[in-house]
């Protein structure tokens, strides 16, 4: 059974600075995908960022950028610039392209954002 | 943007009373899940459903647990009996194809008393 593992409870950061949230994973599979969602306090996941695992290039969204390691399991979230909004809590997520497509979560990491 | 609702936000109840999550997916959507977060843990899923019926449902997810999707626009999810263990954080999610994103509603607080 596939695994997901967020080993940093809480992180801070200071404004405009860079923070690198870790994840690994655990896996039999060659092909799946991996997510990054933000929670909010008081609202719903949204998606930051995505990528497929048969895909060598990093997926970057703006200030968000990933670094996907696929023989290591490891898909850290690199958020550059940080600002006072994305203090929230971080989830990783992996998706098996064989079966129903629910997703495993990590345990979450909250992420402070220190003016 | 369109989005993923719940209703209702908090809901209270007493164990083993009936209760039943009310979500409303993303109207183009074909695939619906629902998770669940006891305070503290991870968000585990509990089931998903594709063309009016279970497509999987994890070992959380008895006889206890029903889905249904009354009227082609609601989602909803049946605890027949509710106990203290219930009490959880729980999320629909609504996906337009099985490999695409998933969309989060903003869950419901399911406190058993």
């Known amino acids: 059974a596939q695994t997901v593992t967020q080993s940093q409870p809480e992180m801070s950061v200071q404004e405009a600075e860079t923070v690198t949230l870790s994840c690994t994973y655990d896996?039999?599979?060659?092909?799946?995908?991996l997510f990054w969602y933000k929670q909010p306090p008081s609202r719903q996941m949204i998606l930051v960022i995505r990528?497929?695992?048969?895909?060598?290039q990093n997926a970057t969204e703006n200030r968000f950028s990933v670094n996907f390691q696929k023989a290591a399991k490891s898909f850290s979230l690199k958020i550059s610039d940080s600002q006072l909004g994305d203090a929230a809590m971080y989830f990783c997520?992996?998706?098996?392209?064989?079966?129903?497509?629910?997703?495993?979560f990590g345990t979450g990491t909250r992420l402070k954002v220190l003016a | 943007e369109p989005e993923v609702t719940q209703t209702p936000s908090h809901q209270v109840t007493q164990m083993g009373q009936e209760v039943i999550l009310r979500c409303v997916p993303i109207?183009?959507?074909?695939?619906f899940y629902w998770y669940r977060q006891i305070l503290g843990q991870k968000v585990e899923f509990l089931v998903s459903?594709?063309?009016?019926?279970?497509?999987?449902k994890s070992e959380i997810f008895d006889d206890q647990f029903s889905v249904e999707r009354p009227d082609g626009s609601n989602f909803t999810l049946k605890i027949r009996s509710t106990k203290l263990e219930d009490s959880a954080m729980y999320f629909c999610?609504?996906?337009?194809?099985?490999?695409?994103?998933?969309?989060f509603g903003p869950g419901t607080r399911l406190t058993v008393l």
């Open positions: 999610a609504s996906s337009e194809a099985g490999f695409t994103t998933q969309y």
């Open positions: 896996t039999s599979e060659s092909d799946y995908y």
């Open positions: 990528q497929e695992a048969y895909k060598q």
């Open positions: 997520a992996y998706m098996s392209i064989t079966g129903t497509y629910k997703y495993i």
């Open positions: 109207s183009n959507h074909l695939y």
């Open positions: 459903f594709y063309n009016n019926e279970i497509s999987e």
